[in-house]
Structures are given as C-alpha cells and as structure tokens.
C-alpha cells in the first residue's frame, strides 16, 4: 500500500477545478457535482495505490468521477423519484366526492328513464363520439333528423335532471 505523498496531493488538487466542471456537466446541480467531486477525491486518495504511475491522473479521476455518476444513476432508478416532503405534503388530503357519485347516479337514472331511440341518438353522439353523418348512415336517418332528434332527446334528458335535487342546471344560455 503506497500512501499519498505531498507531491500527489498537490497533483490531485490541481484537478479540482476541470472534476468540479466536468461533474457539473453530468449532474446539471451544482450540489450534486460537489458531492460527486468529493466522494471521487475520496476514493482516490484512500485508494491511490490502485492508481498505476506514469498514466494520465487526469483521466483516472475522471473516470471514478464518470463511475461515481452511473452508480448514483442506477442507486436512484432502483429506488424510485424522490419527493421531498413539503412538495407533496398538502396533497395528502383528498376531499371527499360524493356529490360526484350521486350526480352520476342520477344522470344514469335519468338517462335510462329515456325511450330507446332517445337513448340510442345520445349514446351515439355522446358517449361514443360518433359524427351526425356516420350515426345517420348507421340508423338509416337524415342527418337533420338526427341533429333534431338529438336537441329534443337532450332536452328530454335535461328536463329529467331538473327535477333531481342537488344536480347543476345543464341548460345553455
């Protein structure tokens, strides 16, 4: 085991500056490159034995810096995003939608209060998000009866959720 002479020390800090860019460039935080440029400098004075004499230093540091940054990567896809606490703590409270279920109720009941071809216009339009022409074609209708047959069946299911208590007028102004 050598250990860290005064000369290789100096060696070492003349690198600082380019570690410190370079890790900068991987991590794009400025904390994160000084924790990484710390942890490589660590690592290659308690490990400086492994470094063979006569080969570029530069190039070795940077690597354990390169290798430092994989490792963080990996360490952090194995583990998950992390939040901080603050950022997600008044999220951790939902309010309550149970005028949602009962609004829903009611449109379902309403809706299934309609005749069949009342239904079978708006299912169409509405929740299926078909055009007037290809509902026409499919119904063997003119797509101007299908267009009126729609505006009475959605007055039908307008006047129907009127008379519910608690359910937001649907009319347009």
């Not at 290659?44 to 063979?52: D, P, T, V």
């Given at each position: 085991m050598s250990t860290l002479t005064a000369t290789d020390a100096a060696n070492l800090e003349a690198h600082i500056p380019a570690l410190k860019r370079y890790a900068q460039s991987l991590t794009r935080n400025a904390d994160e490159a000084d924790d990484i440029v710390q942890t490589c400098l660590e690592r290659?004075?308690?490990?400086?034995?492994?470094?063979?004499r006569g080969t570029n230093l530069r190039s070795w540091l940077f690597t354990i810096i390169h290798n430092e940054f994989i490792s963080g990567l990996r360490c952090r896809n194995r583990r998950g995003i992390s939040v901080q606490l603050e950022d997600w703590h008044s999220e951790l409270r939902v309010n309550g939608r149970q005028e949602d279920a009962l609004e829903m109720r009611d449109l379902t009941r309403a809706f299934k209060s309609l005749p069949d071809r009342d239904r079978q216009i708006l299912y169409m339009i509405a929740v299926e998000g078909r055009s007037y022409e290809s509902t026409a074609a499919l119904l063997k209708l003119r797509t101007g009866t299908v267009k009126s047959r729609l505006f009475r069946a959605r007055e039908k299911l307008r006047d129907r959720l009127d008379g519910v208590a608690g359910v937001p007028q649907a009319r347009a102004a």
């Open positions: 290659a004075i308690r490990r400086f034995e492994l470094f063979q």
